[in-house]
């Protein structure tokens, strides 16, 4: 089935430790997208990219850094630099950028130890 | 992107259509109205969207009026299923680099 895998669902983080974020997608899409969510909100975009090698910052990208090495793959790194990580972070994808529909991952819960 | 409101709550009888309303006021003519929803802990699902004419699909209709400051997504036969939190959400079609604006939504309870 073709669709967007996050991993893993749950993940706790220490004071002071960088944690990454796994997204992959078996779409074919070139654009992909960060958003955070915190309890009772809406999402916020973090990070997004056009296409390979290429991201750029969204609203909200203190704290966060990105990499897009394969069109498959867009992994996000919270770093200790974010003071406040707990939240519910989504990965999505779209067949490009701008394009009318994204698709979205199951989510990754962050929370802090 | 314009900006939109939702009422942040509703519920809606089992198998009764549910009509959730969305103004956007400030819609330019260029931008359409897109709808997703976003089950419990779940990431958000693509419903349906458009410009001026309303659309149809397997999953819901959408009424956009003819000033195009307001719409209302319909679900004909609400299901617990549908149960979820539906967010309106306006922009050009064509992509903003700045993609969606998830809102806070309004929180859809099909009762049973």
């Known amino acids: 089935d073709g669709g967007i895998t996050q991993s893993p669902k749950y993940l706790f983080r220490k004071e002071g430790q960088n944690v990454t974020l796994s997204c992959e997608q078996n779409?074919?899409?070139?654009?992909m997208y960060w958003y955070r969510q915190d309890p009772g909100q809406g999402l916020r975009l973090i990070y997004y990219s056009q296409i390979v090698n290429d991201f750029q910052k969204g609203d909200i990208a203190e704290g966060y850094s990105v990499s897009r090495e394969k069109k498959e793959s867009f992994p996000l790194t919270v770093t200790s630099a974010q003071k406040n990580p707990t939240a519910f972070y989504l990965c999505?994808?779209?067949?490009?950028?701008?394009?009318?529909?994204?698709?979205f991952g199951s989510g990754t819960q962050l929370s802090v130890l | 992107d314009a900006k939109t409101t939702q009422p942040p709550s509703m519920d809606c009888a089992e198998g009764r259509a549910a009509n959730l309303p969305c103004n956007h006021s400030t819609i330019s003519g260029n931008e359409y109205v897109y709808w997703y929803r976003q089950i419990h802990s779940q990431g958000p699902q693509y419903i349906i969207h458009g410009l001026k004419n309303n659309e149809t699909n397997e999953m819901a209709s959408l009424i956009i009026t003819e000033d195009r400051k307001s719409s209302t997504l319909i679900l004909p036969h609400a299901t617990l299923r549908d149960t979820a939190v539906y967010y309106c959400i306006v922009r050009f079609a064509s992509g903003s680099a700045r993609q969606l604006t998830f809102g806070s939504g309004t929180q859809l309870t099909v009762l049973p």
């Open positions: 999505a994808s779209s067949i490009s950028l701008g394009a009318e529909k994204l698709f």
């Open positions: 779409l074919n899409h070139d654009a």
